[in-house]
């Protein structure tokens, strides 16, 4: 039943994209509200998040609180940080409060005209600080730093918008080499995001993402499947509200989370983006 309400809600977006007109009130690309977008904006985003999952006896309860900044020094270039702070809880275990990792990155974003039609091309660097402060229960070792390029494509058209990002995470250490006695966790990720506008104000999200671990043996609980319906609310002098819910897609047994949502707001200062 539910690979039928995601394959039903992709198909609605596809039939949209046929159908809509180009408008001219409606310039530049939407946020996802949780695929890493590869268009480039000044902004400054919110975040409260909620997820649980309940499998074999264990429940695990993730609660976070972040937020981003980033800002479009260029037509095509920005610059971008993020911090956090989350509180883990597991059966039978203490709760555990800490800072996300600090993080800083560069992005590239291009759009190209075509007609009634915006094409996007972009990209970019990301690189993630240890986890000060927490134990190694995590999917990934705190001890260790992250790297994360990433590359998508993107594509408009009247109410009527898609982006797409393709990911790639290493963990790694000051010297940037693995030891015999080290070994980094490595996955890629895939994330799509259709949306289209209900009213001026009103955009509908229907993403999807799947994450794959290269080690699918030691690392099999990176791996995840999950759709995200949400929607995003402009406000004009206020700024974006917006919320999405998580929904798994992959079996329980396969590190699929029972539910999660998302409560974001969004102020962005140059509005052509």
């Given at each position: 039943m539910k690979n039928i309400i995601i394959i039903s809600l992709v198909f609605l977006s596809s039939v949209v994209t046929l159908y809509s007109q180009p408008t001219s009130s409606n310039t530049g690309f939407a946020h996802p509200l949780q695929v890493e977008p590869v268009a480039v904006y000044t902004k400054i985003r919110g975040n409260v998040g909620y997820w649980d999952k309940n499998f074999n006896g264990v429940k695990e309860i993730n609660k976070n609180v972040n937020i981003e900044g980033e800002y479009k020094f260029s037509e095509s270039f920005s610059v971008i940080s993020s911090i956090g702070r989350t509180e883990y809880s597991q059966t039978d275990s203490a709760k555990e409060i800490t800072w996300d990792r600090w993080n800083g990155g560069i992005k590239y974003g291009k759009i190209f005209d075509n007609g009634s039609s915006q094409f996007l091309i972009g990209g970019g660097l990301r690189i993630y600080d240890k986890k000060r402060n927490a134990e190694f229960r995590e999917k990934e070792n705190p001890d260790f730093y992250l790297i994360?390029?990433?590359?998508?494509?993107?594509?408009?058209?009247?109410?009527?918008?898609?982006?797409?990002?393709?990911?790639?995470?290493?963990?790694?250490?000051?010297?940037?080499?693995?030891?015999?006695?080290?070994?980094?966790?490595?996955?890629?990720?895939?994330?799509?995001?259709?949306?289209?506008?209900?009213?001026?104000?009103?955009?509908?999200?229907?993403?999807?993402?799947?994450?794959?671990?290269?080690?699918?043996?030691?690392?099999?609980?990176?791996?995840?499947?999950?759709?995200?319906?949400?929607v995003s609310m402009n406000t004009e002098s206020f700024g974006n509200f917006s919320f999405s819910f998580l929904m798994g897609v992959l079996p329980k047994g396969e590190n699929a989370m029972d539910r999660g949502v998302r409560f974001s707001y969004f102020y962005f200062f140059d509005t052509s983006q």
């Open positions: 994360r390029p990433n590359f998508g494509l993107g594509y408009k058209r009247g109410i009527f918008q898609i982006m797409s990002e393709f990911r790639f995470q290493t963990e790694t250490n000051r010297h940037g080499k693995e030891s015999s006695l080290e070994e980094f966790k490595r996955y890629y990720q895939v994330g799509i995001a259709p949306s289209f506008a209900i009213a001026d104000s009103v955009r509908i999200f229907t993403e999807l993402e799947y994450r794959e671990p290269l080690d699918k043996t030691a690392d099999k609980n990176l791996r995840y499947f999950n759709f995200y319906p949400g």
